[in-house]
């Protein structure tokens, strides 16, 4: 009964005149609210007393799943651990409270740490410069193709409008270059997983603007070729271009700069341990080699010669990307975290995120599928089970991880295989979680064998089971009227 009166809605918990507070009789007259503004239906709210309200909503979080509940093993997105001290310093009263366009002299802190985190930056990706200003990795990656198309421009070569982009490659990269108003041409990728280099090859031609790659690739595995790429891609005059979503495992060890990368962008949430989801806030900060500096986008933060430091715009920049400076809430947190860390404890990071991988994926590849017989870095895809009689798809193991308190891997992705279940375990978990998902995935493949219908029919402990995803995002319910007459 409890469980059932606490799994309502609020609004099935109200109750005509019931409230949890009082308000006084301020004495002042009432307000005459003009008639084209005032409410000609009372406004359908809830009446409920505080703790229902507070129990409602405590309820309803414990139901969410985060880096703060559980282990989080989403291959590609990395879910990494958000240090609390991060938010204690963007929370700082100094820093929270400022103003956007609040002048230069009176916020020299703020702008020293934004410059601070632009060269810390640079040296981590090898590169000249960055601007902070993109609001998320996919505008990261715009930002950056515009900048390649500024480039192309500046010399009169209008006719590279060609983007090359490997089918293992994130979505955001084809979608990013149309978005740019540029061609998308996708070149295949090999068994292993790594790009085809003599098929690219063929490709190159002058009207190729830029190769955007990922290294490690999407299946975890380090583009070994990188160096032929990158020189036969700068032969042809075209520039590469770095998807930083994969950095965390390369941190302190290998540099895209040091590769030949011409621009990349870094996913702050990725590697910098920044929050990840629920529609931001996001950061996809973007870096540039020498000779590229100029057309970054406006407003950019520089150091004067005098020490301090200024916001500049520049006439060869391609534009302005972010009303300000980009979201700086959160890369105070990034830098919060590269300072915390510092030098050695950041090659540390990568190091640690690769070995929880190759542990994971060493102590299943007897009952799952493993397509890609290599050392991986942070992360690797399983192709299903290995035994494939039962019928139990990733889908399937995906829910029963649901029942064993873990959220499941990113499954289905990347397309090379039929049934992609991507894991990356990040630095930041222990042997002892590492230990018990591999119990539970170990236990799943046993459960599939013997009782595949346990497995088939999961999740059984969580308060949705299987909803009609298609349906759900083709007609979602967003409002209480809808989903009270959707059950009458």
Request: proline letters at 7%.
């Given at each position: 009964?409890?469980?059932?009166?606490?799994?309502?809605?609020?609004?099935?918990?109200?109750?005509e005149?019931?409230?949890g507070?009082?308000?006084?009789?301020?004495?002042?007259?009432?307000?005459q609210?003009?008639?084209a503004?005032?409410?000609?239906?009372?406004?359908?709210?809830p009446?409920?007393?505080?703790?229902?309200?507070?129990?409602?909503?405590?309820?309803?979080?414990a139901?969410n799943?985060?880096?703060?509940t559980g282990?989080?093993?989403?291959?590609?997105?990395?879910?990494k651990?958000?240090?609390k001290?991060?938010?204690?310093?963007?929370?700082?009263?100094?820093?929270?409270s400022?103003?956007?366009?609040a002048?230069?002299e009176?916020?020299?802190?703020?702008?020293?740490?934004?410059w601070?985190?632009q060269?810390?930056?640079?040296e981590?990706?090898?590169?000249?410069e960055?601007?902070l200003?993109?609001?998320?990795?996919?505008h990261?990656?715009?930002t950056?193709?515009?900048v390649?198309r500024?480039?192309?421009?500046s010399w009169?070569?209008?006719?590279?409008?060609?983007?090359?982009?490997?089918?293992?490659?994130?979505?955001?990269n084809?979608?990013?270059?149309?978005v740019a108003?540029?061609?998308?041409?996708?070149?295949?990728?090999l068994p292993?997983?790594?790009?085809?280099?003599?098929a690219l090859?063929a490709?190159?031609?002058?009207?190729?603007?830029?190769?955007?790659?990922?290294n490690?690739?999407?299946?975890?595995?380090?583009?070994?070729n990188?160096?032929?790429?990158?020189?036969?891609v700068h032969r042809?005059?075209?520039?590469m271009?770095?998807?930083?979503a994969?950095?965390?495992p390369?941190?302190?060890?290998?540099?895209?700069g040091d590769?030949g990368f011409?621009?990349?962008?870094?996913n702050l949430?990725?590697?910098?341990?920044?929050?990840?989801?629920?529609?931001?806030?996001g950061?996809?900060?973007?870096?540039?080699r020498?000779?590229?500096?100029?057309?970054?986008?406006?407003?950019?933060?520089?150091k004067?010669s005098?020490?301090t430091?200024?916001?500049?715009?520049s006439?060869?920049?391609?534009?302005?990307?972010s009303?300000?400076?980009?979201?700086?809430?959160?890369q105070l947190r990034?830098?919060?975290?590269?300072?915390?860390?510092?030098?050695?404890g950041?090659a540390?990071a990568?190091?640690?995120?690769?070995l929880n991988a190759?542990?994971i994926?060493?102590?299943?590849?007897?009952?799952?599928?493993l397509?890609?017989?290599?050392?991986?870095?942070?992360?690797?895809?399983?192709d299903?089970?290995a035994?494939k009689?039962?019928?139990?798809?990733?889908?399937?193991?995906a829910k029963?991880?649901?029942?064993?308190?873990?959220h499941?891997?990113t499954i289905?992705?990347?397309?090379?295989f039929h049934?992609?279940?991507?894991?990356?375990?990040?630095?930041?978990?222990s042997?002892?979680t590492?230990?018990?998902?591999?119990?539970a995935?170990?236990?799943?493949a046993?459960e599939a064998?013997?009782?595949?219908e346990?497995?088939?029919?999961?999740p059984?402990?969580?308060?949705?089971?299987?909803?009609?995803?298609?349906?759900?995002?083709?007609?979602?319910?967003?409002?209480?009227?809808e989903?009270?007459?959707?059950?009458g």
């Amino acid at each position: 009964m409890n469980k059932e009166y606490y799994g309502k809605l609020i609004f099935e918990l109200s109750r005509e005149g019931r409230s949890g507070a009082a308000i006084p009789d301020a004495g002042c007259p009432d307000a005459q609210i003009p008639a084209a503004l005032a409410r000609v239906h009372t406004p359908e709210l809830p009446q409920a007393d505080e703790p229902t309200v507070v129990r409602h909503y405590t309820n309803m979080s414990a139901n969410n799943f985060g880096v703060d509940t559980g282990f989080y093993p989403l291959g590609s997105c990395t879910m990494k651990y958000n240090p609390k001290i991060n938010e204690e310093m963007c929370s700082l009263p100094a820093m929270a409270s400022l103003h956007p366009h609040a002048p230069a002299e009176t916020t020299q802190g703020a702008l020293e740490a934004y410059w601070t985190l632009q060269r810390a930056l640079s040296e981590i990706g090898g590169m000249a410069e960055f601007t902070l200003n993109p609001f998320s990795g996919a505008h990261g990656e715009l930002t950056g193709l515009m900048v390649i198309r500024a480039y192309h421009d500046s010399w009169g070569d209008h006719a590279r409008t060609k983007v090359i982009v490997p089918d293992s490659a994130h979505g955001t990269n084809p979608a990013s270059a149309a978005v740019a108003g540029l061609k998308v041409v996708e070149v295949k990728s090999l068994p292993d997983g790594t790009v085809d280099a003599d098929a690219l090859e063929a490709m190159l031609d002058d009207s190729v603007a830029a190769v955007m790659m990922t290294n490690p690739n999407t299946a975890g595995i380090f583009e070994s070729n990188v160096a032929r790429i990158t020189d036969m891609v700068h032969r042809a005059g075209a520039l590469m271009y770095y998807d930083g979503a994969n950095l965390n495992p390369m941190l302190g060890i290998a540099r895209p700069g040091d590769m030949g990368f011409d621009v990349m962008h870094i996913n702050l949430h990725k590697t910098f341990s920044t929050p990840h989801g629920g529609g931001g806030p996001g950061s996809g900060p973007v870096g540039v080699r020498d000779g590229l500096e100029k057309f970054l986008p406006n407003p950019r933060v520089v150091k004067n010669s005098d020490g301090t430091f200024g916001i500049t715009a520049s006439g060869e920049a391609l534009g302005s990307i972010s009303a300000t400076l980009g979201n700086f809430a959160v890369q105070l947190r990034a830098l919060s975290y590269i300072l915390s860390l510092g030098k050695e404890g950041l090659a540390e990071a990568g190091l640690l995120a690769t070995l929880n991988a190759n542990y994971i994926k060493e102590s299943l590849r007897d009952l799952y599928k493993l397509p890609i017989d290599r050392v991986c870095k942070h992360e690797f895809v399983f192709d299903g089970l290995a035994d494939k009689n039962s019928g139990v798809t990733t889908l399937d193991i995906a829910k029963r991880l649901l029942d064993y308190g873990f959220h499941a891997p990113t499954i289905y992705f990347p397309l090379l295989f039929h049934e992609s279940l991507m894991i990356e375990p990040t630095e930041t978990e222990s042997k002892e979680t590492l230990d018990c998902f591999i119990k539970a995935m170990r236990d799943i493949a046993r459960e599939a064998a013997e009782n595949p219908e346990v497995v088939k029919t999961a999740p059984h402990t969580t308060p949705v089971s299987r909803p009609d995803d298609t349906a759900a995002a083709l007609n979602p319910t967003v409002t209480w009227k809808e989903l009270k007459n959707s059950a009458g």
